[in-house]
């Protein structure tokens, strides 16, 4: 049909079309962040407050680790790591898909209309079209923290990968309960409720959880792969349990991916007045 | 060579019915009841290659429900829909590269860009190279008169300089189907002027076969030569607009006519 102009997707390969959505995802994410950049002493104070706040909680855990040498099965440099694998992971999730965690709202209220009328992953390009700026100062507490744990190469690459698979499921998490509202009307305070169950959770050490709450932080929510594994293979390498970890986090986006897709069939827009801001 | 085919399209929204009161929310949360509303009900027409079309009802009547299934925005209920010769339910992807909208109501463009940045981003979204989108910003800031401002943030734009901007996007890879939605919404008289000329230009030189809702007659009358009135989901009259204006009544009390005898 139309010719005029060179390079459109039809004719390219799937690798090329793969290469275009993921420049156009890096556009949105560098984009946002403009956005958020607009206001210099916001941004920066955003970022410094996020990192002096989830500092405060772990002053806690250094008291009580002054009265007892071991929480569930934890020192204080595990529990340093499980704070820094969950704010890090957390932080990745919301500097790169923060939309997912408000995506009822767009449902609800017909603003994924943007997204359909363009030829790229509306998916994509719904999780990638907003940031927090807060993540960057969770992100960046992580990393302070797991490196003050003790630094080891070995152990600060599992960090890294384990930081990507935990906001992958963070992420997913959002995505599978947000895409209900296709369904269900009024999820959003019931997905912000789990997210921040899971959230949580994922602060204090497994050793302290038994029987059904165990069960729950494993199969129900997925705190124990997010946080929990992860840190137990990276103090005590265990290759099966890496995969574990990485199987789960595939498993839980194919999940949440086929929920959103499948609910989409059911959007049915809106008439309401709304800015791209 | 027909661009756009509906056959007995229709599409049903379900709305939840509650009684009044606290007691109404209570009874609805154990016992709830559904409506069903017919937003479009067996619309059929073809639109052909080149052509102005207004497509045009009273507020409810189904407009934008259909123009968002032709968009692959919404999964029709029943009847089938080509633009282009493609299903935008099976192949909505394919079908964006094809056809550009515009909705007056809501902004594509980010509000904190420049209108430069946004076709760029456009541009990236389109798969044009790099230095075909220069020349394109370039051709398309000389036909909507851009320049003054094409590297101001969108926020900062006037309603008119905005919607120039949305329109001039929405062609940034030269569609051959425009789909516009009260492209005019909220724009003073000398503004809207503007538009459609630019409109009507489109159409001349790149043969845009132009899909327009608008509440607005002068939209109609001035870019239009084929109408298409719809109400409560049903398309209720189909003429060209020689034949509307045939009588002295102005447009609009035409139209207020067939609107209030359906």
């Not at chain 2, 943030?153 to 996007?169: F, T």
Request: hydrophobic share 45%.
């Amino acid at each position: 049909m139309l010719t005029a102009v060179k390079g459109k997707g039809r004719h390219t390969s799937r690798t090329m079309s793969m290469r275009n959505q993921l420049r156009v995802c890096l556009l949105s994410i560098q984009y946002n962040i403009m956005r958020e950049m607009i206001n210099k002493v916001t941004f920066l104070t955003n970022i410094c407050f996020m990192i002096l706040n989830n500092a405060s909680f772990l002053v806690q855990w250094v008291i009580l680790f002054q009265l007892k040498d071991e929480i569930g099965g934890y020192t204080l440099k595990e529990i340093m790591l499980l704070w820094g694998l969950c704010a890090s992971s957390y932080g990745l999730s919301h500097i790169l898909f923060a939309r997912v965690f408000s995506l009822p709202e767009l449902i609800i209220n017909g603003k994924l209309d943007a997204y359909l009328v363009l030829p790229k992953n509306v998916l994509l390009g719904v999780m990638t079209s907003s940031t927090n700026t807060s993540a960057i100062g969770d992100l960046a507490y992580g990393l302070i923290v797991a490196s003050l744990s003790g630094f080891q190469v070995k152990r600060m690459l599992l960090f890294l990968l384990f930081t990507v698979t935990g906001a992958v499921m963070i992420t997913a998490f959002a995505l599978l309960l947000g895409s209900l509202s296709f369904w269900l009307v009024r999820m959003e305070l019931f997905g912000d409720q789990m997210v921040n169950v899971v959230i949580s959770f994922a602060t204090y050490p497994d050793g302290i959880f038994k029987g059904a709450v165990k069960t729950l932080l494993y199969f129900m929510i997925p705190t124990g792969m997010m946080v929990y594994q992860p840190v137990h293979v990276m103090t005590d390498f265990d290759l099966k349990g890496l995969l574990v970890v990485i199987g789960y986090a595939g498993a839980l986006s194919v999940a949440a991916v086929t929920v959103f897709y499948r609910g989409l069939r059911r959007y049915s827009s809106g008439n309401l007045m709304g800015a791209r801001v | 060579m027909k661009v756009i085919e509906v056959e007995n399209l229709s599409k049903i929204f379900r709305v939840k019915r509650k009684e009044k009161g606290m007691r109404g929310s209570i009874k609805a949360i154990f016992k709830p009841k559904m409506k069903e509303i017919k937003a479009v009900d067996g619309v059929s027409f073809t639109v052909e290659e080149g052509e102005m079309l207004a497509f045009i009802g009273p507020n409810g009547a189904g407009k934008s429900t259909t123009i968002k299934m032709l968009t692959g925005i919404l999964y029709p209920d029943g009847g089938n829909v080509k633009v282009l010769g493609i299903d935008p339910t099976k192949r909505r992807k394919q079908l964006a590269y094809e056809i550009g909208t515009v909705f007056g109501q809501k902004e594509q463009l980010w509000t904190h860009l420049t209108p430069y940045d946004n076709f760029r981003f456009f541009g990236a979204i389109y798969d044009i190279a790099d230095g075909e989108i220069e020349k394109r910003i370039e051709e398309l800031s000389d036909t909507f008169v851009l320049s003054d401002f094409i590297n101001t943030p969108v926020r900062n734009l006037s309603l008119g300089q905005r919607i120039r901007c949305e329109i001039a996007a929405s062609l940034i890879h030269k569609p051959k189907v425009l789909f516009l939605d009260e492209p005019t919404i909220g724009l003073d008289p000398v503004v809207k002027e503007n538009i459609r000329s630019l409109i009507q230009q489109m159409n001349r030189e790149f043969h845009t076969t132009i899909f327009l809702t608008s509440h607005d007659t002068g939209d109609i009358e001035k870019l239009c030569k084929r109408v298409i009135i719809v109400n409560s989901g049903q398309i209720v009259l189909d003429d060209s607009m020689a034949h509307l204006k045939f009588s002295d009544a102005s447009l609009e009390d035409i139209i207020m006519e067939i609107y209030r005898s359906r």
